[in-house]
């Protein structure tokens, strides 16, 4: 067992790489998936469940969580970890990003951010401070910067104005940190799509010094083909030794481009949000289980699948189930799904061990059909 936080890189196969991050909660096999446990929990999963899928550590939501039950809670519960029955690590995320999407009447200065809560409607104060002190208190295990992420369509001036107020963010995120053996600090990398505003953002971020290095500010509805085209240089820009965590991504295919281009983290509610509403993922596309050909279906979601939805359970019965809207539906599917993203990290992580990702990725491409399968 460890007491500090460290990245080992194993093996590398083109830009991509596979390695381990050590915690005292635990190793992070890289590339890692982690699912999204917002509220103090990964919906319609027990943590058991969580970890039966080969996750090894999942995100919680700052603003979520200091809205409801509040952070001192949480911490006077001895902890996020306590509280909702996970030992492995956790990732909380700063809070900026959930306030722009979710909460009403912001009022956003140099200083940092005024809300009001989109559950009771109060008022609150975000900011570098704030946020380290309620991730702190949440006990996670791996704090985000506090950033804003400019919405899109954006200028270029915009772009570059928000990126450089999310660098100053970011020398008091870390000034406000401190000093936390076995706890790390993210920074989080901006500039929209233009190259010479991600590389300020790179430079400025290693200049203050992480411990790992989000890229932030994609995934906003700029399309797979440009979050591509910034992930193509961008991670470029980070330190070899440090991982790289790329925020909200995403779709199966998102995850194997991004992968390919040198990211070692990702999350997303994807696969937990499509199970609950019928949505399964397999190697062979999607299948949508409330479409009326699947009632008769004696198969299960994937032949080739362990997971105990596929192992017990016909597209009929999930048909039905869902129809029914009854609650084994969302926790059948999430349970696939989230097993599905598992065992897509572990092909990817063997394949770049193995420097056989091209093959890998040709075969995950070729597989798919498309449309409902
Ligand atoms: C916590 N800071 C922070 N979170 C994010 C979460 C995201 N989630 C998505 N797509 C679902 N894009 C994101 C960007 C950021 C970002 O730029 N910053
Ligand atoms: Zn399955």
């Known amino acids: 067992m460890t007491t500090r936080f460290s990245y080992t890189l194993s093996a590398t196969d083109g830009a991509a790489r596979t390695g381990v991050i050590d915690t005292p909660r635990g190793q992070i096999r890289t590339p890692a998936f982690m699912p999204v446990g917002t509220a103090a929990t990964v919906k319609a999963m027990l943590p058991e469940s969580v970890a039966a899928t080969g996750a090894d550590i999942l995100l919680g939501n700052t603003y979520h969580l200091m809205l409801r039950p509040g952070a001192e809670r949480v911490a006077r519960m001895g902890g996020l970890h306590r509280f909702m029955n996970w030992d492995r690590p956790i990732l909380t995320d700063s809070g900026g990003f959930q306030v722009m999407s979710l909460a009403g009447l912001r009022k956003l200065t140099e200083d940092g951010v005024t809300f009001s809560s989109h559950v009771d409607g109060s008022k609150h104060f975000l900011s570098p401070e704030t946020s380290m002190q309620i991730q702190k208190l949440l006990g996670s295990d791996i704090v985000m910067c506090f950033d804003e992420c400019p919405a899109l369509p954006a200028t270029d001036e915009a772009v570059a104005a928000s990126m450089r107020l999310s660098m100053r963010w970011a020398q008091r995120s870390r000034d406000a940190f401190g000093d936390r053996p076995g706890h790390a600090l993210f920074g989080i990398m901006q500039g929209g799509v233009t190259r010479e505003l991600r590389e300020e953002s790179a430079q400025a971020l290693q200049s203050i010094g992480f411990d790992g290095y989000a890229v932030g500010g994609l995934a906003v509805g700029e399309g797979q083909e440009a979050m591509?085209?910034?992930?193509?240089?961008?991670?470029?820009?980070?330190?070899?030794?440090?991982?790289?965590?790329?925020?909200?991504?995403?779709?199966?295919?998102?995850?194997?481009?991004a992968v390919q281009r040198g990211i070692d983290m990702m999350d997303c509610v994807l696969p937990s949000r499509s199970g609950r509403t019928g949505q399964a993922w397999t190697p062979r596309g999607q299948v949508n289980i409330k479409n009326a050909r699947h009632q008769d279906d004696p198969r299960p979601l994937d032949e080739d699948c362990t997971c105990p939805c596929?192992?017990?359970?016909?597209?009929?019965?999930?048909?039905?189930?869902?129809?029914?809207?009854?609650?084994?539906?969302?926790?059948?599917?999430?349970?696939?799904?989230?097993?599905?993203?598992?065992?897509?990290?572990?092909?990817?992580?063997?394949?770049?061990?193995?420097?056989r990702l091209d093959a890998f990725v040709a075969d995950f491409h070729a597989r798919r059909a498309e449309g409902d399968i």
């Open 228 to 257: 591509f085209g910034v992930l193509d240089y961008a991670p470029g820009f980070l330190p070899v030794d440090k991982p790289r965590y790329l925020m909200g991504v995403g779709k199966p295919d998102d995850i194997v481009g």
């Open 310 to 355: 596929c192992r017990g359970y016909s597209r009929a019965y999930l048909h039905h189930v869902f129809r029914a809207r009854e609650m084994i539906s969302g926790m059948l599917l999430t349970w696939h799904n989230l097993h599905y993203y598992q065992q897509l990290m572990a092909g990817l992580r063997d394949a770049i061990a193995a420097g």
